[in-house]
């Protein structure tokens, strides 16, 4: 692919290249920005504050704490956490201790999660005592000895903390019943007595190096048993220089650093917003931290509370959002980037975006196997262009065909991409990371996609989810995306289904705005606006769709029929 092409669209001042050889390790990187940014906000949640140089404390004592248990260097260590200041302090002390983060979904099945544990060989775990039930039943199968139980409000000071852990214990209930089998030497210790006993103990500097591992990101559960990405200092960090690289010409200017604040309701756990914390963090900038999106109402309380300049979310999210009339009124007269990411995001909604808050949704590509980042719109955007934008920095994209050949542009392929943010491998799989990269070192990342002439990436849809109808390829997205600008259409999925005549036919599932909407009227909708194969034949109005955690639409879980 020649690179020339999308460089020349850069936004003026975003460098070619970044250099993450610059930092020993993400380690370096995160107590250069903790001293560097000690008196600035760090992150808010519930109201409580907590300042760069509280999170460089408590996460030296945390981390403490941790090299006090033993574990040798590079031990894993799973957080099982949702976006509570202890998620942050975690990260940052399982690090500086020179051990692996392991992030685990807090809303993990036992199944999925005994998988992880014992997959990693994570020989400990820093949890909230929310999902101790789901541990408690996997523990023995796990090679985690010691368990660091946290309650909701163990950071969040004084009365005010004790009262929000009363509160999520005895008045919601959010806490069910749990013993931890505690044989084979097993311990737990609560969070806060963990940074007592670490603020007896001096925190041994990291030996990580750039070819450490930092994060075990798992991945693909959606799709049968999840796999580990090997995510190293190095690409962590590069994917934070690129990160900070794209998204300046969008503040700068506009936002002075230690103004900047960013919104963080995608959960931490997830690459996205790991992503996004990371780069905030680069950046001084600080966090609203919001532990349960799904409550719209709430959460669009918190965004009436102070100005914030970014906000990235997923489709479903940004959906969500605008279905909220009091959303509506609130001020957006700061906010610079709307980001989105995670999943394709739908001309419909993005359209209905900018004309409530006056800002362009910026889409963007990646993964976990690439730390997140992969292409992006330039956050200059006037409008939304319905592509997934330009290589970052130091990123090469090529579009390639099953043999691993690039293919004429303009054409349709597996999107391919190298860089120095991308993965080494699945953890302790060979043969998957083999199958993962071509013989020129790009991985393969199972998205359909093509370039234009002017170096812009469009992604078709995922390999596994293409459709043939009498012999046609047929891709989701590009059905959901015109049905999403049917009025009366709050959100859709399509998926194929057996059909005797056509091979398959093409079924769509409607979650309706409008509760008057009829069959009828979106099949003469999509009879305007589609070729004969790709309109659907089949039509069924639901309440939701199933969706991960994250708000991804699980069109194999429509497949299934549940």
Wanted: with cysteine; charged share 20%.
């Amino acid at each position: 692919m020649d690179t020339a092409l999308w460089l020349k669209n850069y936004p003026p001042g975003v460098p070619h290249e970044v250099h993450p050889e610059q930092y020993q390790s993400l380690t370096q990187l995160l107590e250069e920005a903790f001293t560097q940014h000690a008196d600035r906000p760090f992150s808010v949640c519930m109201d409580r504050w907590m300042s760069y140089g509280e999170l460089d404390q408590l996460s030296a004592r945390l981390g403490a704490w941790l090299q006090g248990l033993g574990l040798a260097p590079g031990a894993r260590v799973a957080i099982m956490l949702p976006n509570i200041p202890q998620f942050a302090v975690s990260m940052a002390a399982v690090l500086r201790a020179g051990y692996v983060c392991v992030n685990v979904n807090p809303l993990y099945t036992p199944r999925e999660l005994r998988h992880q544990l014992e997959d990693s060989g994570a020989e400990a775990i820093i949890i909230l005592e929310n999902f101790a039930h789901t541990l408690a039943e996997v523990l023995e199968h796990s090679a985690v000895r010691h368990v660091c139980l946290t309650a909701m409000g163990d950071l969040l000071g004084g009365l005010y903390g004790k009262w929000i852990t009363f509160a999520v214990r005895h008045l919601a209930k959010m806490v069910p019943a749990y013993e931890l089998p505690l044989s084979e030497g097993r311990r737990v210790t609560r969070f806060p007595q963990a940074l007592s006993a670490g603020s007896q103990r001096r925190l041994a500097p990291s030996q990580a190096t750039p070819d450490s591992i930092a994060f075990l990101q798992y991945t693909g559960g959606t799709t049968g048993l999840s796999k580990g990405a090997v995510l190293t200092h190095r690409c962590i960090v590069a994917a934070t220089l690129q990160a900070q690289a794209w998204f300046t010409p969008a503040l700068q200017g506009h936002v002075k650093g230690e103004e900047t604040h960013i919104i963080a309701a995608l959960p931490l756990y997830h690459i996205f917003a790991l992503t996004v914390s990371l780069f905030a963090t680069r950046l001084g900038a600080s966090l609203s931290l919001i532990p349960n999106p799904r409550d719209i109402p709430a959460f669009v309380k918190v965004l009436a509370k102070r100005p914030y300049h970014v906000l990235p979310a997923v489709n479903t999210l940004f959906n969500a959002l605008l279905s909220n009339p009091k959303f509506r009124e609130l001020d957006f007269s700061q906010l610079r980037v709307s980001q989105a990411g995670g999943m394709a995001a739908s001309e419909g909604t993005a359209r209905q975006w900018q004309q409530v808050t006056g800002c362009v949704m910026v889409e963007g590509w990646g993964m976990s196997e690439t730390c997140a980042i992969g292409t992006n719109n330039p956050v200059t955007a006037k409008h939304f262009s319905g592509s997934i934008g330009l290589p970052l920095p130091g990123i090469e994209v090529a579009v390639k065909n099953d043999e691993g050949q690039d293919v004429p542009m303009g054409e349709a392929g597996e999107l391919c991409i190298k860089g120095p943010n991308v993965m080494t491998g699945y953890y302790n799989q060979p043969e998957e990371t083999a199958k993962a990269f071509t013989a020129d070192g790009f991985m393969r990342t199972g998205d359909i996609g093509l370039m234009d002439e002017q170096g812009f990436f469009r992604v078709v849809d995922r390999k596994k989810d293409m459709m043939v109808v009498s012999g046609f390829n047929v891709y989701p997205n590009e059905v959901e995306n015109v049905v999403s600008m049917c009025p009366g259409v709050l959100e859709c999925a399509a998926v194929g289904v057996a059909d005797e005549r056509q091979g398959e036919a093409i079924r769509l599932y409607v979650v309706r705005s409008d509760p008057s909407l009829t069959e009828d009227q979106v099949l003469r909708y999509c009879q305007d606006k589609l070729t004969g194969y790709k309109r659907p034949r089949q039509i069924e109005f639901r309440n939701d769709l199933p969706k991960t955690n994250v708000g991804k639409i699980l069109r194999r879980a429509l497949r299934e029929g549940t």
